[in-house]
């Protein structure tokens, strides 16, 4: 089973960059579809960024345009660039992985969570 690790968080100014990395060890990197949570302050964990296996990519409606995930296979690791940054981006960041988690329609289903790294967008 794939064990993961996110990394890349911190103070981000507003309209700036950030990359965070999630870092995959165990077997079947490849064969797992990988995603972006959040929790921001006060509110509930939701989706944010998908990819397939095949690299094929989803997006929540409101970073669609300023959020990128990518995966490089060879290094059992994903990506999620964000530009742009808001306020609202402001949470919790949590990497996920599961064989089926583009279409896992509920969070108890995924199979393995990141331990979360913190991005606060300041003024």
């Known amino acids: 089973q794939v064990q993961l690790v996110e990394s890349g968080g911190g103070l981000v100014q507003l309209g700036g960059s950030l990359r965070l990395s999630c870092a995959a060890s165990?077997?079947?990197?490849?064969?797992?579809?990988m995603g972006w949570f959040r929790r921001a302050p006060g509110e509930e964990r939701v989706f944010v960024a998908a990819?397939?296996?095949?690299?094929?990519?989803y997006y929540t409606e409101s970073v669609k345009g300023r959020f990128t995930i990518s995966r490089d296979n060879a290094k059992n690791t994903v990506y999620r660039q964000m530009n742009d940054r808001k306020h609202e981006d402001t949470s919790v960041y949590y990497c996920?992985?599961?064989?089926?988690?583009?279409?896992?329609?509920?969070?108890?289903?995924?199979?393995?969570w990141g331990q979360g790294t913190q991005v606060t967008v300041s003024s």
């Open positions: 990819i397939d296996r095949s690299g094929n990519t």
């Open positions: 996920a992985g599961d064989p089926a988690l583009v279409e896992t329609e509920r969070q108890s289903d995924i199979a393995t």
């Open positions: 165990g077997r079947g990197f490849s064969n797992t579809e």
